[in-house]
């Protein structure tokens, strides 16, 4: 079995250009991009999303917090996302699956809630921390 190995290089917008190998040339048509969206200080891309399909997709994501849940050997995953003039979001994921989306709001809500719930409990509170 034979393998293409090739280095890309950037080619102007509307270009394109082709690679030769020693048995086959392959064209390479180049992507249109987007304009760069502003970054966040926390995106983990900090590339301005420009190969994004739309404006709408160029959103910041943070870096993962993990929590490992011992009940399945899984684990929660919590970030902030932020899309082009929308307020940060903080998703809770378990185990990559889908999970929730929650404003800054519902997010000191949950805190609250945990807090009341180690309290009770007779565990320091969040706060104490």
Not at 109 to 124: I, K, M, N, Q, V
């Amino acid at each position: 079995m034979s393998y293409l190995t090739a280095t890309l290089t950037a080619v102007p917008l509307g270009d394109s250009s082709s690679i030769t190998t020693t048995n086959r040339t392959v064209s390479v048509m180049n992507i249109a991009t987007l304009a760069p969206a502003a970054c966040t200080d926390w995106c983990e891309a900090g590339d301005g999303h420009i190969f994004e399909a739309s404006p709408e997709d160029q959103y910041c994501t943070g870096a993962s917090r993990v929590v490992p849940v011992s009940d399945d050997g899984g684990a929660l995953a919590v970030y902030e996302m932020q899309g082009p003039g929308q307020s940060v979001l903080v998703t809770i994921t378990h185990n990559e699956d889908a999970g929730a989306r929650l404003t800054l709001d519902e997010v000191r809500a949950l805190r609250d809630a945990l807090d009341a719930l180690l309290s009770s409990h007779g565990a320091e509170g969040l706060r104490a921390a």
